[in-house]
């Protein structure tokens, strides 16, 4: 947080930057026009065209001030008539803020969708609904929230979206492992899963191998992982996905595999001039995994 002489926030910054990173955070900050205090003060004032009300919730989501941006976007969007918000522009505003699952705003969205399909796209408007409901649905399994998944499983189902297994079934191959900490369970409902559904959406595969690489830490221990990877790149090599791959062949002590996965990560970060530094961190972890497993058989014999 940056602070001036009176102690007002005036700006703020999330994650942890390298020092070029901080330096320009700073020089934000340090700009009346631009710090998160101007933009704060300029809609207390009432500005509200188009351009700055983007301007406003964004800055508002990138310091974390979500309450904030909720609340403010509520007491915009309900001055609204029904036209404007269900405009492209008002649509594009939600997606920043951001609509939780059962609430009032997303009620609006799906009583509204035949509106916003013509405004904005079935397909987008579809997409945005059903992420919302997965990516909640799926945290609370995650987290291993039984009762709390069951009750809003219960509300999501009157909805009769026909995702609707198919999201219970994905959420319950987390539970496999929240609920009874069966990695064998999680990898046998993982592999019927992503048999069923697997190719409606990467994402499954993606997220079900990384909490896998999570929950293993010895030789193939969560080698079913390999596999859904495997199947996963075979069927649409996005190089973005190779750093799951590189994760779940090191954690299953797969160490040669690993670094030459990783080796062709680092060729494309060259490739696309980006910063190397992460990758080569891990293949050097990785090298150090490789010499300790060798030094321990040479012990052995």
Known sequence: MFLNGDGEMVHVLVGGPEANGLIEAGKLALNPDKNLLSVIKEWNTGKRDHDFVVKYFKTLKEAYLNDQASADFLSFFNKENDKDKTSKSTFELIKIV?????????????????????????????????????????????????????AAMKKFKLKKYPYTDEYEMYCNVYFAYTAKNDIKAYMERGTEFLAKYGRNNDAYTLGLTSLLGNYTGR?????????????????????????FYFYILWRNYQVDKALAVGNQIRENDIKNDRPTKSIDEQIEMVKGIKAKASASQKSKS
Do not use: C, H
């Not at 193939?220 to 750093?243: C, F, H, Q, T």
């Open 98 to 150: 951001g609509a939780a699952p059962f609430s009032p705003l997303l009620d609006y969205v799906e009583a509204s969708r035949s509106k916003y399909y013509k405004s904005v796209g079935k397909q987008e408007i579809d997409s945005f609904i059903s992420k919302i409901y997965l990516t909640y649905l799926e945290s609370l399994s995650i987290y291993g929230a039984r009762k709390e998944f069951d």
């Open 219 to 243: 030789p193939n221990e969560g080698a079913a992982g390999i596999v859904w990877m495997e199947n996963l790149l075979k069927r649409n090599p996005d190089p973005s996905y190779l750093d």
